[in-house]
């Protein structure tokens, strides 16, 4: 959805900004080329291991420290970062989630197609990952995270059974929540998708960090700043159209998006993993 996501934020040159969910770098990309020349990124990303990488492969592109810097963060941290440069932003990006790189690395252990750690951290430097999260929640506990960030239908039965216990790899937990739901291998098994995803948003803390994020939004906008932010899952689309709503009702945003913009047909049968995006975006007011 990048034309949708350029057009959203309303670009052009000589704005600042900020692409709050760095990841590869490809929105960024292109977001400095509609805001050269004279426009300024910073690009947050609190992944330890992809920020260098993405890092030198935009200064391969041609982008200096003069349009664009990268600042290892978490999004929740954006007001504070915006008041550390005594600046507000034209415009903020977001792109909820993973990102493709975290997903197709083994040694993430984000993705159940993978064997590798059960470790789902996007900072592995910090906190505990997914394989002791699992080992110390309780049951009760458990079934409220399938619930909430991933409205799995078979909460309770699967929280019984993984609760507590110990899986080392991501293999050993997919061939278990394969045997509760008493599927093959064969199989497609959306309950797989959902048990990993609401164990990350979990052992990542997304939904705090969401929140704050969105709260600090209003006050680290310019006066009719724009903030577009893509959002792949119910949990997330839900708190970013009730930010924007409460946002608009207060006066904080003077327009936000009517309906939500969604993958074209064409863009979905290419790239499958836009299926779910759902892009809202926000004006500030005056």
């Known amino acids: 959805m990048m034309d949708e996501c350029l057009e ?93 790189m975290q997903f197709d690395d083994p040694s993430r252990g984000f993705s159940f197609k993978h064997e590798g750690p059960l470790d789902m951290r996007m900072n592995p430097t910090r906190g505990l990952s997914a394989a002791e999260w699992l080992a110390r929640i309780g049951a009760e506990k458990l079934e409220s995270v399938f619930r909430e960030n991933a409205d799995e239908p078979r909460a309770e039965s699967i929280a019984m059974e993984l609760a507590g216990r110990l899986f080392s790899t991501t293999a050993q937990l997919s061939h278990a929540v394969r045997k509760i739901s008493g599927i093959t291998e064969d199989e497609k098994e959306p309950t797989l998708r959902r048990v990993f995803q609401a164990i990350r948003i979990a052992v990542n803390e997304e939904f705090t960090a969401l929140d704050a994020f969105l709260r600090s939004l209003p006050d680290s906008l310019k006066p009719g700043g724009r903030v577009a932010i893509l959002s792949f899952h119910s949990g997330e689309d839900r708190r970013v159209k009730q930010a924007f709503k409460a946002g608009l009702r207060e006066g904080s945003y003077c327009q936000i998006a009517e309906d939500v913009v969604r993958a074209s047909p064409e863009e979905r049968r290419a790239n499958p993993r836009s299926t779910s995006a759902k892009l809202r975006w926000a004006k500030r007011g005056s």
């Open 8 to 100: 959203a934020l309303g670009l052009a040159p000589g704005m600042v900004g900020v692409d709050a969910t760095l990841g590869y770098g490809q929105h960024a990309a292109r977001i400095l080329e509609r805001i050269s020349p004279g426009g300024m990124l910073i690009g947050m990303d609190q992944d330890p291991i992809e920020l260098p990488k993405t890092e030198r492969r935009m200064r391969d592109r041609g982008f200096g420290p003069e349009c664009f810097v990268a600042v290892r963060s978490n999004y929740a941290g954006i007001s504070k970062l915006l008041a550390e440069r005594g600046m507000l932003a034209d415009f903020v990006f977001a792109d909820l989630g993973c990102s493709s």
